[in-house]
Nanobody, 116 residues
Framework: QVQVVESGGGLVQVGGSLRLSCAAS????????MGWYRQAPENQRELVAR???????NYADSVKGRFTISRDNAKNTVYLQMNSLKPEDTARYYC??????????WGQGTQVTVSS
């Protein structure tokens, strides 16, 4: 089992920045991909960014050039640096952790609100 806890959300003005953190604990020796998803009211949950165990990254087109995902394997933590935030980035952001034995774990989410 892996426990996932996000932090770092909040209220920010348009053009501002936030950094989200996600710490995994428990059976972290088997962690592979770590990623961030988001869900706005009445929308489906969507991928924002993910980073694979080898270090390669994927980003949603809507955040390319503005968001950066990184991970610290020693701390079992993944980060999402969000710059140039827009109102459409407002959503609840969820951390996802996958493991080599097909585990798929989610945190409770952290709210990001971008005000204009």
């Amino acid at each position: 089992q892996v426990q996932v806890v996000e932090s770092g959300g909040g209220l920010v003005q348009v053009g501002g920045s936030l950094r989200l953190s996600c710490a995994a604990s428990g059976s972290t020796f088997s962690v592979t991909t770590m990623g961030w998803y988001r869900q706005a009211p009445e929308n489906q949950r969507e991928l924002v960014a993910r980073i694979f165990s080898g270090g390669s990254r994927n980003y949603a087109d809507s955040v390319k050039g503005r968001f950066t995902i990184s991970r610290d394997n020693a701390k079992n933590t993944v980060y999402l640096q969000m710059n140039s935030l827009k109102p459409e980035d407002t959503a609840r952001y969820y951390c996802n952790v996958k493991t080599s034995n097909f585990g798929d774990y989610w945190g409770q989410g952290t709210q990001v609100t971008v005000s204009s």
